[in-house]
């Protein structure tokens, strides 16, 4: 359905001039770019159901047995085989990575506990689509904790953690993934999560809005029981304005990729640091006196000039946007064109959110050795395209690190092909994670306890208190102690003591 | 009418349920503590009409001659009269003034070159009421040069540079302002401004809304003429939200107070700068190793807590919002309630926009030495009437520098009363007054030249293409080179090529 | 005696193979360039006697009275005459200044209690010149309850709080010093303090030499008694090696001002914040995004560079030694020739010791508007004298501020006519003079109290144990605690558990 | 020999008295502990020899082939056999890994070029053990380049990359050395080395002192033609420390381990990154938001600090040394006694040089998850061995990663098992390896020519012109240019155009 997967944060976020309202107001999206309306339902398959998440899965052997989990007759220890995995034999092994997970996801923790007398998921029956990964499992075990059923698939071919595939069905949980699933397996999967009978959904949990482009397909009645759709990631999120663009959303939903805590943590803190992790196990480059230009000065961008600096690289960054050229400017950087500084720098950066940002006249012009990378979303904003030509050898040194090779032996350090460094390269933090999980984790919880008429049929952002809420229950992770307001003060400021405390546009 | 006054950007800025609208829509504020409603237009100073302003007037010498320059003849060499200033000799020293503001102001310069032909303000007549320094000259000489006749007052008794209004007179404008003004001078100046026969104005160009309340209450029917007011102030423009919310705003009303490159100039860089100069200059204290604690972590909060860590101080905060507690975290400050740190710290800072923040409580037990002072709002959020107490002996030692001394010897060293810092015992840059002056032109522009219809009678944002607008005039400043987008790019992102490049709600 | 001051620190330090020696070595400077030696005992006052010291002396007013103190009749309350001050009812004014500084000498003060018991500066009569600040009076008082008699003069012409010196009087010192005095004044008061009948001094402390001077030249046989020289400043340490070199040295000297913790102090901590408060005290620049160029990358120019990239600022820097220029690279700093950036710079700051490093031919390609100054040794760097030709008007905007205008108008803002920038327009904090005036003390003590044949007639650097020593006693002002070797570990690593605990060439 | 590995720079490096002469001045170190002088020749391997270095060998597979190198009949394209490693069919995949190498050791390319006309080594017969990397090969066959024959062995039986080894030997080189020697194949490579018939070293290139100790040991005849020893590592400086203590060094020695290039690189620098690096390889934590305490503040410390603070952790600091002590201070950093935060930190990081600064007390207190690591030197700063009881559980997460696990659950994350992070868990820079392979080539060039009687029978520091020589030779990599000094300028400061610019004792 989409052409192409927008990361979220990036540096040039397009205004496309949409509107997003809160909680109580519908929010649409105007037009993408015209192409996508032309694509329909027939697609087969997300961009994102297929981009690596090379170090997410890290752990997992996929190697030791060629026989399709399809194929085999599954049953865990308690006789119970409802589920299709790799091997059940690495539960074990995955029960010790969601232990260790759970130890860095204390928000999920602590909701399990606070809601473990009202189970406000009682009766709820979700059925999910994401990455299956330890973090997943937390998330998954705390909605059962909460009183909710689930069924879950995988929403990427590559990411399953095979061993906490097997520790999840062991557990009791109906999980259908595995690593290195077909494109065939991975329907599949989706379908066995959905079509049970005498078991039908009532939430969505999706990352990338394959789940619900399958029900939609196949089993558009069951919306009739649903109430509602938490949709994380921006490709998915697209899809459901679209749909309500289209008036055919026909339960309410909720837009978790955008809540500010996600977003500065996905972004800004997050690539911070992976910028980083994400040059140094590709190429072990010195930052040091290394000079860089960053195409993009958004969250994205912003993070990623701020290590640099801070390891003391030299950045020049480039802008479309003359907001953001003056906070550049201001935070130290000089603001150039990429044609000024193409010939003098050791790295490039793109985190514009763009297409064709860096060139095959620019690659053309770089200097021997140069690195360049993407951070910004998909695999548009370098044209690699443009380097599948002739004259030019490829040569791969290490896993996604290639020497694209000119006549003139200049070599070009291509990293991931072009896609995003951080996924393919480095990875996310459990604690990023947690904050994400923990905020579907609400959403649900929100969604399927409002009261009727709270949500119509449209994509909402969840409610500031709960995006608050969320970062509270992360605050005992830094030991950090929250002032709170006398009854004096509050009136003052003309607040309620518990928040929310700011207005829906405040920038943070 | 406005029972306090509020700061732009502070640390905690009150969600108050605002509701903020962009271009085409209304803006509405929701209710200011209710006590606000009680004072009436009865009122007769603004707070900010009697904030001192020391740097701004530095060079000015107040004391040179004790008649009031209301008894005095006063012409200028071209024989007009139609000003009341303090001496209309220092005019050539103003002059300079103005020529040297003129050098670092090159966006509103370059709004007189661009706007030569157009001329787009010819026929309005602005009456202002702003701070009258060098900037503001350079402001009115752009209007001027775009068209606009001008007449303008003092928006602070304290606040003008004698000298620049003696140029400004001899340049032809009817200023009627002096360093040193009474209460009843304040208003007098007022009213020679706008009341004159044969002369109506149809713009207003506000700062504390001080103007558009004296012409609301003595000529309410000029509004018939008028097309629109300029407020620059948060406390000018809570006014106008109360106006519009009570139904009497009777034309359209700017608030370029919150602008984005406002903002985050205003707050986020110059206090960055502005909380090291101002307590450098007023207690030359050393800041390496040093302990501080700053309460509140909004943008001001943000810039002091960045300059004092850069500068090798410890650094701790205290917040009441989780998000923003959240962002202290991973900005690297221990997150702590007041009384844990209050015993130890060096220098405590208060930007959260509250009252009653540091109490005598915690002022009783800071330890010998202690350097306490407000860079958040107005002069509430130290309890300074509290330390007014028979046992404590107060010892001014500096201009804007107090020490309090208790019964055993302790000193506290307070920082110009508890007002604010950044405008008591620092400078603004004129590259910041640059913004806001051209903020303010352009919304004049707009305000002027908008067909019919395009504003009601409400409070508006500067459409955010004028806010790009603004940021790209300052850019050669940093001799920053903007990327423009190809058409395929604007095409991929859905975005027109000159902007507006983000959706309104971007949290930059 | 000096053609040229140096300052310590500076970012080239000539090497000129000078061998620093220790405690138990002789220490001697080679020659410096040969023209030193032409001038002699003949000179009159040292060029550091009028460097003007603006900040340190605040405070003063000066012009209260015009009769010399040297016509006045002068009585304490306690009636001893022996000094000659300005004004001896400014008494309790420096009293109150002096109790303030005492808070921020915290070592000074331990140094007090801890030789309560000892003295041991009994029976030492100590004579000193230095400038006379209430940071001095903590160190005379010191001095004198660890048992010396201290008579006084000031090393400097203009630097003298008036209030400090009476408060001095007050207390029984023997003060010659008061601000504003001639050169003839100068010698007289210098004069006062040696030549008293019955009394002769046995330790001297000097600033600058020139106390050191006079007693050489005119009464050598006073060396008899004197048991040592404890000498701060670069100008008196080098004259100090001279005489050593020419065998004239006829006591030993402690060169107190190359001890570590003076040298980072003075340089790499007190530049990193005086360069920002000295900018923005003379100019109210404001640092975001402002391009600088730093001519020397040694501690002060290092000290610099961090603060202003700290600030926003985009730094580029000079040098002349390869080591110091890949430092800067690896700090991330773009390594240039002035000529590269001058045409694009905003502020040229020079930090070289050298000469001549900003010529006519820089500024004359320099862009308007920008700002120009020195912090690095005497007023050598910049070819000021260049400036003083008929095409160009001089102006002085502010105290310390000259617009220099160039017939097509350019003007370029020169600081502090290209003196020393931090000591002309920033303040040094106390922090930095208490490690001076501790490290003064214990090299006091250790002269005085070293037994038979510890030091020769030569030039000496403090003991490290010493410096250590001098650090410990700071350390409580940041609450800092330090670890203390097990007997295990000491003997591991082949140490005395109290130090000192590097060796001598460590470079910290 | 050596009991123990101390790495240079670290945190307190002891003073032990050493006095550090230079390049005309004998050297000395004073006694280490007493017990090392017991262990005398008998000793088998060196510690460093056995150190594990993971990702400089993380190319090579050694899996491929169990036949032991002796045992294989070798022989390259050319029918030359004089050479033992795994395989020679990898010669192309080393000669590439050189390549690139080259990229980046601009220096030694340079030193190629430059000397190519005079070969300064024409008839030298270098005699070299280390590790056999790309870098290494760079500068083999620079040496050849400059007329020098080269024999070579390994000086870690982990660390030879096979593929590079290949193509030396393919290159005409005799190398000795395979990835997993053993202690017997160790011994082995070093003989084939020297013991040739009719071949005879004049130098010896050493890392580590096992080669030098062998010549000593079987071949003490040797040492006659013998013009120097050049020695890199802490190590083997020591050891020629002793040995010149001892009187028995009898060729001059030049150790490049104390230049300021390499010890800068090699500790602030290089730690700067690899903290980050080192902790984000093994466990992924995110550093925004946490407290960490660094053990030690010198030139490690200092880099582990500001990598940690500007990644937005909270960074505490223990130390012993007072001075040290005083600088964290004034760089932000909370001063403390282990202790006093052991209970709430998230990572510590030792870099002392010390032993035992981490004792199993300090274990137990630290929290569930808490991160240990050494950074300092050897693997004796955390007393792992008092982890080994029965209670405690060690269980292997991953590489490099052990979590211990207390009987209440509580997990420890140790990597490395106490040993150097930065060497076990990330990469060196070439840019670094470069630095110290330049100074070992300029030594070997100093020694090899140095007129009769410029070095005698001890241990030499580079001339300190040689380290700005290599420093100048690194600048082109940053396109930095240098500013040279005007006659006049030269003049002014006693100094050579061309350097040295600095005195020895000069602090950097």
Redesign the interface.
């Known amino acids: 359905m989409l052409k192409k997967e927008r990361k979220e944060g990036e540096g040039?976020?397009?205004?496309?001039?949409?509107?997003?309202q809160f909680a109580d107001q519908k929010q649409e999206f105007?037009?993408?770019?015209t192409k996508i309306g032309r694509r329909s339902l027939s697609r087969s398959i997300s961009q994102s159901s297929t981009d690596s998440y090379s170090?997410a899965a890290s752990y997992t052997d996929s190697s030791d047995d060629e026989t399709s989990p399809r194929d085999k007759q599954q049953k865990n220890s308690k006789g119970n085989g409802d589920f299709c995995i790799k091997n059940i034999k690495q539960a074990d092994f995955g029960r010790r990575e969601i232990e260790?997970a759970e130890?860095?996801m204390p928000a999920l923790m602590a909701l399990r506990k606070r809601a473990q007398g009202e189970k406000p998921l009682a009766g709820a029956k979700v059925v999910g689509c994401t990455h299956i990964t330890a973090q997943t499992a937390v998330l998954m075990e705390t909605l059962s904790a909460l009183g909710a059923q689930c069924r879950w698939a995988a929403c990427n071919i590559y990411s399953t953690q095979n061993e906490v595939a097997a520790a999840l069905a062991e557990g009791g949980f109906s999980v259908f993934a595995w690593k290195g699933e077909s494109e065939d397996d991975f329907w599949w999967c989706i379908d066995r999560c959905v079509n049970l009978e005498g078991w039908q959904p009532n939430m969505i949990l999706d990352d990338g809005g394959d789940l619900t482009h399958w029900i939609y397909k196949k089993y558009p009645n069951m919306f009739k029981k649903i109430k509602g759709i938490v949709e994380e990631s921006v490709t998915g999120v697209h899809r459901l304005y679209q749909l309500s663009k289209a008036g055919k959303l026909c339960v309410p939903a909720m837009n978790v990729n955008d809540s500010?805590?996600k977003?500065?943590?996905d972004n800004l803190?997050?690539c911070?640091?992976s910028i980083?992790?994400g040059l140094?196990?590709t190429t072990?480059?010195?930052?040091?006196?290394k000079?860089v230009v960053v195409c993009g000065y958004g969250?994205v961008g912003k993070g990623c000039c701020a290590?640099l600096?801070?390891?003391?690289?030299?950045v020049y960054v480039?802008?479309?946007?003359?907001?953001?050229?003056?906070?550049?400017?201001?935070?130290?950087?000089?603001?150039?064109?990429?044609n000024?500084v193409i010939r003098?720098v050791d790295i490039v950066i793109t985190c514009t959110?763009?297409?064709?940002v860096v060139v095959r006249e620019s690659l053309d012009r770089m200097k021997?050795?140069c690195i360049v990378c993407n951070m910004g979303h998909s695999n548009?904003e370098i044209d690699v395209a443009s380097l599948r030509t002739p004259e030019l050898t490829w040569e791969r040194?290490r896993s996604q690190v290639d020497h694209v090779i000119w006549p003139d032996g200049k070599?070009i350090v291509l990293l991931a092909e072009g896609r995003l460094l951080n996924l393919s390269c480095?990875?996310v933090?459990?604690?990023?994670l947690s904050i994400t999980a923990t905020t579907q984790a609400l959403a649900l919880i929100e969604l399927y306890n409002a009261p009727e008429g709270r949500y119509k049929q449209d994509v909402y952002l969840l409610p500031?208190k709960m995006?608050?809420?969320v970062?509270?229950l992360?605050?005992p992770?830094?030991?950090?102690?929250?002032?709170?307001?006398?009854d004096?003060?509050a009136?003052?400021?003309?607040?309620n003591k518990n928040?929310?405390?700011?207005?829906?546009?405040?920038?943070?």
């Open positions: 040039s976020k397009p205004a496309v001039k949409k509107q997003i105007n037009k993408r770019p170090s260790i130890q860095e500010v805590t977003q500065k943590f803190y997050c911070r640091e980083l992790d140094k196990r072990d480059v010195m930052f040091g006196g000079q969250e290590a600096k801070a390891m003391g690289s030299i480039t802008e479309i946007d003359p907001i953001c050229a003056l906070q550049a400017c201001m935070d130290g950087f000089r603001m150039v064109k990429l000024e003098q959110g763009n297409k064709n021997n050795g548009t040194v070599r480095s990875t933090p459990t604690f990023v500031k995006d608050e809420y970062a509270s992360h605050l992770t830094f030991d950090a102690h929250l002032t709170e307001l006398t004096e003060q009136k003052y400021l003309g607040l928040g929310p405390f700011k207005p829906n546009y405040y920038r943070y």
